[in-house]
């Protein structure tokens, strides 16, 4: 067994209608995904603003993930439908500033996709892993 | 060289003032410098007939001035607009910034301004005299015996080079005539960088931005900026540094400052203008609206008053935040 093997730090804004729930069934399902997967909770996807995401970088996040209800199902009608234009526009902002475009990621997780939930996880953080720590968008400054 | 001349513009804003018309003149006054032009309000016709310039460096648009000026003012104030600016009284009056009765907009033709950078870069510092010919800039300074003449299209501001329009959106007076929406290539370079490496655009990213000071001047500037309060003001945001604190700050704020005015910029360029780091702003507004054109479809801000924005409207079968790069890199 390696001791040093590099886990990246990911942070999930997940929904606490759809992607939460769908967080919690994972769990109950006894699903694997990485440890270092850190949720955090909001009330819909469109609640995660930029500027969180980019704070999650700063404070050391290697990958930041926002998961929502499926397009129609938002508890909130349509929030998920705002989050998508923001995410899309945020994304390609981030690329076009040379960030690494397998760090961010926007996937619609239901309540009853706990499967989807651990394999989207599980995806995720091989693929930011295979890019390495984020160096481009850590504010060295802030880590302790 | 503006074809419209001062006297034009000093004529109208005295005749609307003594008539009543008008309360008071938002235009272009005397500044330290030739070149160094600021936005004043004029309240009598003695201080328009000897303060009031217009020339090649009369860039300052006035929209965003008349969300506090209305306010301030009991009556009617006049504006004075080129056609790029009246984009931002469109985007203005959009998001209810003002009172349209309370404004009167006279349209003024434009035949680009010029860029003090530019001419400096040119000339040299020190400039004591400037005259306005039809060759160019002839510029006198402290230093060179000789006046030196500069060409216009030497010394043209970034944003007139690449003028999107010189079409008048809105006014209640034209002075001269309007022209019409250009085919720009405002564009090309948010191509040319989108086709570079991430590596090299990350270079090049962090070499404009690390130059910047933090001195709030192109969000200042902006007239998609107006929130009462700014986020970038509130000491828990940790974003309100004045001085980039570290590298990340600087991207933070110029990501969401360019964020937070995505779809509502009028790409009316006062942000590179006004940057006395020379940062281009202009090339992260453009990126942003050059996705919503791609993503959302066309979509100029301030053409019309009252169209939704596109971050704040959807279409059901909007593209996936995941084919966003397949859809850029099929282009
Ligand atoms: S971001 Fe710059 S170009 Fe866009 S509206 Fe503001 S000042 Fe004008
Ligand atoms: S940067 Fe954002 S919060 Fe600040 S004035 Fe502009 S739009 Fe408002
Ligand atoms: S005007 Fe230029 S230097 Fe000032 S905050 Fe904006 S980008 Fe930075
Ligand atoms: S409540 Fe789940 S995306 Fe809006």
Redesign the interface.
């Known amino acids: 067994m390696q001791v040093n093997e590099y886990k990246p730090l990911i942070v999930a804004f997940c929904c606490n209608w759809c992607s939460y729930a769908g967080a919690d069934l994972a769990g109950n399902n006894r699903l694997n995904y990485p440890a270092d997967v850190k949720i955090i909770r909001v009330p819909c996807s469109c609640r995660v603003n930029?500027?969180f995401i980019?704070?999650a970088f700063?404070r050391g996040a290697d990958g930041v993930i926002i998961c929502g209800c499926h397009?129609?199902d938002c508890h909130y009608t349509?929030g998920n439908?705002?989050t998508?234009?923001?995410?899309?526009?945020?994304?390609?902002?981030?690329?076009?500033?040379?960030?690494?475009?397998e760090r961010t990621?926007?996937e619609w997780v239901s309540a009853a996709e706990g499967a989807k939930f651990a394999a989207t996880m599980n995806d995720f953080a091989e693929k930011v892993a295979a890019l390495g720590e984020n160096k481009?968008?850590?504010?060295?400054?802030?880590k302790k | 060289m503006q074809k419209i001349t001062r006297d034009t513009l000093v004529s109208k804003a005295v005749s609307l003032l003594e008539n009543g018309t008008v309360d008071a003149v938002l235009g272009w006054g005397k500044g330290e410098f030739a070149y160094d032009v600021t936005p004043t309000v004029f309240e009598t016709a003695d201080e328009i007939r000897e303060n009031f310039v217009w020339n090649d460096f009369c860039g300052a648009n006035f929209s965003k001035y008349l969300v506090s000026k209305t306010r301030k003012l009991e009556g009617k104030i006049l504006v004075f607009l080129k056609p790029c600016d009246t984009y931002s009284f469109n985007q203005l009056l959009t998001e209810h910034r003002f009172d349209r009765e309370k404004v009167y907009v006279v349209g003024v033709p434009c035949e680009g301004m010029a860029d003090i950078s530019k001419v400096k870069a040119i000339t040299g510092d020190g400039i004591s005299a400037i005259d306005f010919t039809d060759n160019g800039l002839v510029i006198t300074t402290l230093y060179d015996d000789e006046p030196k003449t500069v060409a216009y299209e030497d010394i043209l501001a970034e944003r007139c080079v690449n003028c999107k329009s010189k079409k008048h959106v809105a006014y209640d007076e034209l002075l001269g005539e309007t022209g019409e929406v250009l085919e720009s290539a405002r564009f090309d370079e948010v191509a040319k960088?989108?086709a570079l490496t991430?590596?090299?655009?990350?270079?090049?990213?962090?070499g404009e931005l690390s130059r910047c000071i933090r001195c709030n001047a192109c969000r200042d500037v902006c007239p998609a900026c107006t929130c009462e309060k700014c986020?970038f003001d509130n000491p828990n945001?940790?974003?309100e540094n004045k001085a980039p604190?570290?590298?990340?700050?600087e991207?933070?704020f110029h990501?969401?400052r360019?964020?937070h005015v995505?779809g509502r910029c009028t790409d009316c360029g006062e942000c590179s203008r006004v940057c006395p780091q020379n940062i281009p702003l202009h090339l992260?507004n453009r990126?942003?609206i050059r996705?919503?054109d791609n993503?959302?479809g066309e979509y100029q801000a301030g053409a019309e008053v009252g169209t939704r924005a596109?971050?704040?409207?959807?279409?059901?079968d909007?593209?996936?935040?995941?084919d966003?790069?397949e859809r850029?890199d099929s282009e």
Do not use: H, T
């Open positions: 930029p500027m980019l704070r700063q397009p129609g349509s439908y705002y998508r234009r923001r995410m899309a526009l945020l994304f390609s902002m981030l690329d076009y500033l040379g960030i690494e475009r990621r926007l481009r968008l850590e504010d060295l400054r802030c | 960088i989108e991430p590596d090299e655009r990350f270079a090049f990213w962090q986020v945001s940790g974003a604190a570290n590298s990340f700050e991207q933070m990501i969401i360019a964020f995505a992260l990126k942003f996705d919503i993503f959302y596109p971050l704040v409207d959807y279409n059901l909007d593209l996936e935040a995941s966003v790069f850029r």
